[in-house]
């Protein structure tokens, strides 16, 4: 069973880096592309950033382009988002997903089937 796991979450000024990382156990096969939402109380989920199961295609945000920087290790198992430049309204809770179509794109993730994680707790404070 596909499981991703978040960790890397905590407090920090604005201003300030924190790195996330994804682990996906339970798939074995890599050929799928995986990403990050972002979901904070009152507001809905939103997309941050996403890759393609080659790791040679990117998404971000408008929000986080240019400030997080997604990437991947050469098996897909490890999900990095690093995030520079934090500001009070990055603060969410961040959500690992890993999309379930082989092959597949960052529009992968936006389908009712990806797998989401528990989520890790970002906090940015001014």
């Known amino acids: 069973q596909v499981q991703p796991v978040e960790s890397g979450g905590g407090s920090v000024e604005a201003g300030g880096s924190l790195r996330l990382t994804c682990t996906v156990s339970g798939r074995s096969s890599n050929l799928f592309a995986m990403g990050w939402f972002r979901q904070a109380p009152g507001k809905g989920r939103e997309f941050v950033a996403g890759v393609s199961w080659t790791g040679q295609s990117t998404a971000y945000g408008g929000s986080v382009k240019g400030r997080f920087t997604i990437s991947r290790d050469s098996d897909n198992r490890q999900l990095i988002l690093q995030m520079n430049g934090l500001l009070p309204e990055d603060t969410s809770v961040y959500y690992c997903?890993?999309?379930?179509?082989?092959?597949?794109?960052?529009?992968?993730?936006?389908?009712?089937?990806?797998?989401w994680g528990q989520g890790t707790q970002v906090t940015v404070s001014s």
């Open positions: 997903v890993a999309g379930v179509r082989r092959f597949g794109s960052t529009e992968s993730l936006m389908e009712d089937d990806a797998i």
